[in-house]
């Protein structure tokens, strides 16, 4: 199976180990396909963690970093002084080159990160972008059975997206009882994938409880009404009930199992990179 594509923490977590410069994107102008905040990691040899673009500007970073130096601010693409070197999209990128980055902030990053919490690197003045801020990892935690659960965990694993995946045929679930030792943050998502619906309803009561950015559930118009007419008469007011998407996903109506993973998934992550702190709705 091919290598899951690095994340946006990958090249922070790079950045710990000695010898590894950081290049990181603190001002874009018009359009690019990163967002604000992108890091490239620069190994002792040459190579990266991370990208950028389409691989000569890694290379430009890559022997930036190599010169060693101080921190600066360098302008690339549009109204850049280095007038050999351009960028496809025709706008322009302020980039922090940081030969040297604090190890050991970039470390307690990472270990806020390892325990879900959301934290941020101080970029030195007067760099564009004061605070690179971070936001743990999209985890997924499904319940359900059959080939929609096996497909969704497959490709989100496959994707490098965090699993928990709980089968109601593996005796990880009980009927009417709810997974109270779970635990969701608001960087996760849960999704129901179950034929049967009896199983939903103590699983739903306790998703609800949650801070769970996407709270998923498979099934048809008769099955939707009568979830949302049963989680009312418990006592959920109609705007809670409404955290529930369903249909899930892009494709509002997938009948296959790896459709159904794929549309979903897409949804998921969409949902996910709208909350991201640097994210641009512009571009």
Same mark, same amino acid.
């Given at each position: 199976m ?7 923490q990958a090249?922070?977590r790079?950045a710990?180990?000695p010898?590894?410069g ?7 102008e018009?359009?690019?396909?990163r967002r604000?905040?992108a890091?490239?990691a620069?190994h002792a040899?040459g190579s990266v963690?991370? !990208?950028?673009? @389409?691989?000569?500007l $890694?290379?430009? +970073?890559?022997?930036?970093?190599a010169q060693?130096?101080? /921190? %600066? ?8 002084a ?5 960028l496809?999209c025709g706008?322009?990128?302020d980039?922090l080159?940081d030969p040297?980055?604090d190890?050991e ?5 990472v !270990?806020?990160? @390892?325990?879900?919490? $959301?934290?941020? +690197?101080a970029l ?6 004061? /605070? %690179? ?10 319940f359900g059975?059959?080939p929609?659960?096996a497909?969704m ?11 928990e995946a ?5 005796g990880?679930?009980?009927l009417g ?8 943050d608001r960087w996760t998502?849960?999704?129901?994938l179950?034929?049967?619906h009896?199983?939903e ?10 801070p769970?950015f996407?709270i998923?559930?498979?099934?048809g118009a008769p099955?939707r009404?009568?979830r949302?007419?049963d989680?009312?008469?418990l006592g ?8 529930i998407a369903?249909?899930?996903g892009t494709?509002?109506?997938s009948?296959e199992?790896l459709g159904?993973a794929l549309s979903a998934?897409?949804?998921?992550a969409?949902e ?8 641009d709705a512009t571009?």
């Amino acid at each position: 199976m091919t290598a899951p594509l690095a994340g946006d923490q990958a090249a922070l977590r790079a950045a710990c180990q000695p010898g590894v410069g950081l290049c990181t994107i603190t001002h874009i102008e018009g359009s690019f396909s990163r967002r604000l905040g992108a890091q490239l990691a620069v190994h002792a040899d040459g190579s990266v963690t991370g !990208s950028l673009a @389409d691989g000569c500007l $890694e290379q430009e +970073l890559a022997r930036e970093i190599a010169q060693g130096g101080e /921190r %600066r601010v360098i302008r690339y693409g549009a109204g850049s002084a280095k007038i050999d070197f351009r960028l496809p999209c025709g706008g322009g990128l302020d980039i922090l080159i940081d030969p040297e980055p604090d190890r050991e902030a970039c470390q307690s990053v990472v !270990s806020s990160l @390892d325990n879900r919490r $959301e934290d941020s +690197l101080a970029l030195p003045h007067p760099c564009p972008l004061p /605070r %690179r801020r971070y936001v743990p990892d999209l985890r997924l935690v499904l319940f359900g059975e059959g080939p929609e659960l096996a497909a969704m965990a497959q490709v989100a694993e496959a994707c490098g997206i965090g699993v928990e995946a709980h089968d109601r045929n593996d005796g990880t679930l009980a009927l009417g009882q709810s997974p109270d030792h779970l635990t969701a943050d608001r960087w996760t998502a849960i999704v129901l994938l179950f034929h049967d619906h009896e199983w939903e309803r103590a699983i739903l009561q306790w998703a609800l409880t949650t801070p769970a950015f996407l709270i998923g559930a498979q099934g048809g118009a008769p099955a939707r009404a009568a979830r949302e007419a049963d989680l009312v008469s418990l006592g959920f007011a109609p705007q809670q009930v409404a955290r529930i998407a369903s249909p899930i996903g892009t494709v509002k109506h997938s009948r296959e199992p790896l459709g159904l993973a794929l549309s979903a998934l897409a949804g998921i992550a969409g949902e996910y990179e709208l909350r991201h702190p640097h994210h641009d709705a512009t571009r």
